[in-house]
């Protein structure tokens, strides 16, 4: 879809964005671009679980994801870190409809791999009628949460997330926002990302496994069609631009 913009914002981003972010926005909703934000909300699911004295388990940089982890990501995303972008994006006036996955079965999902990750899945269909009618008027903001077809919910990846969605939907453009310029080889950008010099650099441990999810969902959403596919800490910034080839 030419004129659909996804951006994944992650939870620590959320509170970091800057002007430029929110101008950016506002010229693209000007232009009549539709915009879907999908946000993250790692950091703060990750000091809750602390505090409650839950395990905090990752592998390949996914969460495992446990029905008691499960219960405190859906809080966390859906009472914590989606109302505080809603609230940024609305002191800047712009029109803003906060989404999940149980609004219309927006985003359907299946289980990764549950017997190693428990509750995580990903994102197989998306209700385009209905969230194609909001972004005529609104910017949404779109929790990473998939439920199966028999009412389960799932822990999706934010950036899986947003390259499923992307995908599925034909978007133009999708932005992976990082806290980073892009993805760094000894602290030097790189612009252009191949899937083998990528390979390469994450067997050399320099890209570490923090940014591999991201990576992973931006090459699948490369190959499925998207158009631009950036992973960058603004807008306004090309930073890593990935390529087929």
């Known amino acids: 879809m030419k004129d659909l913009i996804i951006i994944k914002i992650g939870g620590q981003a959320i509170s970091e964005l800057t002007e430029d972010f929110f101008e950016q926005l506002a010229i693209w909703h000007a232009q009549g671009k539709k915009i879907l934000l999908l946000h993250g909300g790692g950091p703060l699911i990750t000091k809750l679980c602390q505090q409650l004295q839950v395990p905090v388990v990752k592998k390949d940089g996914v969460r495992i994801t446990d029905m008691q982890t499960l219960a405190l990501t859906k809080l966390v995303l859906l009472g914590q870190a989606?109302?505080?972008?809603?609230?940024?994006?609305?002191?800047?006036?712009?029109p803003?409809?906060?989404?999940?996955?149980?609004?219309?079965?927006?985003l359907v999902g299946k289980y990764l791999d549950q017997s190693v990750y428990g509750q995580v899945?990903?994102?197989?269909?998306?209700?385009?009628?209905?969230?194609?009618?909001?972004?005529?008027?609104?910017?949404?903001?779109?929790?990473?949460?998939?439920v199966t077809k028999d009412g389960?919910?799932?822990?999706?990846?934010?950036?899986?997330?947003?390259?499923?969605?992307?995908?599925?939907?034909g978007a133009k453009k999708l932005y992976l926002m990082t806290d980073v310029a892009g993805v760094l080889n000894h602290h030097q950008l790189i612009a252009h990302l191949t899937k083998p010099i990528s390979q390469k650099l994450i067997a050399e441990k320099i890209i570490k496994s923090g940014m591999q999810p991201k990576i992973k969902a931006a090459f699948a959403a490369c190959a499925a069609g998207v158009e631009q596919v950036a992973i960058t800490n603004c807008l306004k910034n090309p930073g890593t631009i990935i390529t087929k080839e």
């Not at 989606?82 to 712009?94: D, E, G, T």
């Not at 803003?96 to 927006?106: F, H, K, R, T, Y």
Request: no cysteine; glycine share 4%; proline share 3%.
């Open 121 to 146: 899945g990903k994102v197989v269909s998306v209700n385009q009628s209905a969230l194609l009618k909001l972004l005529d008027s609104y910017i949404g903001v779109l929790a990473p949460l998939a």
């Open 96 to 106: 803003v409809v906060g989404l999940n996955a149980a609004d219309n079965q927006m």
């Open 82 to 94: 989606q109302p505080l972008l809603l609230q940024k994006l609305s002191a800047h006036h712009l």
């Open 152 to 169: 389960n919910w799932l822990n999706v990846n934010a950036d899986q997330a947003a390259a499923d969605t992307a995908s599925l939907l």
